[in-house]
């Protein structure tokens, strides 16, 4: 008559409703994190390469940046972030559309401080090279793009405004 005869069927019935209220919980929490504004202030300046070689035993050229980073990126982190992924790539053309990350790094959601970059003069974590010689007088936007990953939803990017570099025409 609707009553519960042995532990089974009452172990059933609360796990199920407890799984219904996380999930009624996390589609709430996943619904009003679109009501937050997502911007940041951020500027990429100063971008030099100091290093440009031609490396004749691997028969590529290579390269290395520095650059300029000041941002805060407080507004990104809100209730539903678990962590963003910070990288700075370079894009250029040369022949065909090339894109490579000079730097990244991890920052995960603390909620006592808040989150600002002040990068002067960073290097690169990662050097340029490319398969042919074709960074001779190249140009090239780098920008600063973020990964968002929340703690329910999908993944979403921003980018900041790019900042451009042309590679010498001679090797250092």
Avoid: C
């Avoid at 140009?139 to 939803?153: C, Q, R």
């Amino acid at each position: 008559m609707g009553m519960m005869h042995n532990v089974t069927s009452r172990f059933n019935s609360s796990f199920f409703f407890g799984v219904t209220v996380i999930g009624i919980l996390a589609a709430i929490n996943f619904a009003t994190s679109f009501a937050v504004d997502h911007s940041f202030s951020a500027s990429i300046s100063n971008v030099n390469v100091t290093k440009f070689i031609k490396n004749s035993r691997y028969n590529w050229d290579e390269a290395e940046l520095t650059f300029n980073l000041n941002g805060n990126f407080s507004d990104i982190f809100n209730w539903n972030v678990k962590l963003a992924f910070f990288y700075v790539e370079l894009e250029y053309n040369a022949l065909e559309r090339n894109q490579i990350t000079l730097w990244d790094k991890i920052i995960w959601r603390n909620q006592n401080t808040p989150i600002n970059l002040n990068m002067i003069k960073e290097k690169g974590k990662y050097a340029v090279r490319t398969k042919k010689h074709n960074l001779k007088g190249a140009t090239g936007t780098v920008k600063l793009k973020i990964e968002v990953t929340p703690i329910v939803g999908l993944i979403y990017k921003l980018e900041s405004t790019p900042a451009f570099v042309r590679f010498p025409n001679d090797y250092s």
